[in-house]
């Protein structure tokens, strides 16, 4: 079974210009997280899908943030414009949650796209 | 804000020996879990322990859970130059939400 994809792997970027990342899922899993980490700190959530609906976006800096889940399959992330700050590795992570269980199950993690911005 | 918080940020080893980690955290959770990543890849599920559970095995794994002190250990036996990783915990923002809040995880380097 194939894990979560991400791509690109490192993106290096001048700031203010925009920037794009890409996620697929493992097959079946109907929510998908986007994480942002820092350098010696553990992810910090961005966003949050249930299949196509943003249910936990809240840490989004939604000035220059954006997501999107079409299809409630795969997602994109975009930065615009980046900014120095946004240097970091950005993880996606998907799950298979149901109704009725206790709530957080185990997570499966992309390797991430490391951003580097100029 | 940051749940849990992993103690020590770093540890170093020497291969055969035993490495503990411990977490603690702020709210009542649900379940608790631990994750090992690797330089420069992602995360990795390593085991989930629940609220109503004190300990869980996995292998060379042992974790125990104390609700009332609000902590959690990961103790690795035997450990092996491939377990050099970081080690982070992760609870629920909030009870019975899907949503993780990790530490800032320890660091671990075994020397083989």
């Known amino acids: 079974e194939a894990g979560v994809v991400q791509s690109p792997r490192y993106k290096i970027i001048e700031k203010k210009q925009p920037v794009a990342f890409w996620c697929n899922p493992i097959?079946?899993?109907?929510?998908l997280y986007w994480y942002l980490q820092n350098l010696g700190q553990g992810p910090e959530l961005l966003i949050r899908?249930?299949?196509?609906?943003?249910?936990?976006d809240s840490q989004l800096p939604k000035d220059r943030f954006s997501a999107e889940r079409l299809k409630g399959v795969d997602s994109t992330l975009k930065i615009q414009p980046a900014e120095l700050g946004d240097s970091a590795v950005y993880l996606c992570?998907?799950?298979?949650?149901?109704?009725?269980?206790?709530?957080?199950?185990?997570?499966?993690f992309g390797p991430g796209t490391r951003l580097t911005v100029l | 804000s940051q749940q849990g918080e992993e103690d020590p940020q770093a540890l170093s080893i020497q291969e055969g020996e035993n490495a503990t980690m411990n977490c603690s955290y702020k709210?009542?959770?649900?379940?608790l879990q631990w994750y090992r990543q690797n330089s420069g890849r992602g995360l990795v599920h390593l085991i989930l322990i629940r609220s109503n559970e004190r300990e869980k095995h996995s292998g060379r794994l042992r974790v125990t859970l104390d609700t009332s002190k609000k902590s959690s250990s990961l103790l690795i036996t035997a450990s092996r130059a491939a377990d050099t990783a970081s080690y982070f915990c992760a609870t629920p923002g909030r009870a019975g939400s899907y949503q993780l809040t990790f530490g800032k995880g320890t660091k671990l380097s075994v020397i083989p």
């Open positions: 899908y249930e299949n196509e609906e943003a249910v936990d």
């Open positions: 992570a998907s799950s298979l949650e149901q109704a009725g269980t206790s709530g957080a199950n185990e997570q499966f």
């Open positions: 709210t009542s959770i649900n379940n």
């Open positions: 097959s079946g899993h109907n929510t």
